[in-house]
Every structure is written in C-alpha cells, then in structure tokens.
C-alpha cells in the first residue's frame, strides 16, 4: 500500500522528505505516522538526526577509556575500586567533626 507522502506531510506539519525518512528508517506505515503522537513524532524526527547514536556513545565510551596508544587503561578501574573501598570505610565512622553521620556506635555496618 503506499503512502500518501504529501498529504501525510502537510497534516503532521512535516517535510515528504521526513515522512519518507520515518517510513524507510523508522519502519512507520502511513497510518502509524497518523497515530502517532505529536510528542512521539518529534522525538522520532530528533532520532533521524542521529541514526546511528547507541554505535556512537559506545565508540565515545571507549575512546574515554583509552590512553594515546588506544589502550585500555586496567589500573583505572582498580584505582577506582581502591577510591570507592576507602569511601565506604570513611563512611562507616559514628561521627565526623564530632557530628554524627547517622550511624549508630555498635550498630549495623560499623565495626568498634
């Protein structure tokens, strides 16, 4: 069945190259692009833009993660861990500048 590009584009204040874009791409039948709500169809027009994003933040993820020779740095996440020990062990303490935390002395997760 084919879809009436623009007719279709004129009721949803669209262009026919977006109304063809979202049947191609999106997989949207005319009667879908209807129903649509306008919400809906803004946020699939904003999502043409970028058709590749989930492939992109994973190349930026891993990029983050590398050194200059594109390695992946293995003593970062150890660092990490060793920070985020210490926090917790930090945090377990009855009181700091004589205020207390919250915790109790003797109570569950703090050691004497």
């Not at 879809?3 to 191609?24: F, M, T, Y």
């Not at 992946?72 to 700091?96: I, K, N, P, T, Y």
Request: glycine share 10%.
């Amino acid at each position: 069945m084919a879809i009436d590009v623009k007719g279709l584009a004129e009721r949803r204040n669209i262009s026919p190259q977006q109304v063809e874009l979202l049947h191609e791409l999106r997989g949207l039948t005319g009667e879908g692009i209807e129903k649509l709500p306008e919400g809906a169809l803004r946020k699939a027009m904003r999502r043409l833009d970028y058709p590749d994003m989930p492939r992109a933040r994973i190349a930026y993820r891993l990029q983050q993660l590398g050194d200059k020779n594109k390695e992946m740095a293995a003593h970062r996440l150890v660092a990490a861990l060793r920070e985020l020990d210490g926090m917790r062990l930090r945090s377990r303490r009855a009181r700091v500048a004589g205020m207390p935390t919250g915790a109790v002395a003797g109570g569950p997760g703090v050691r004497s």
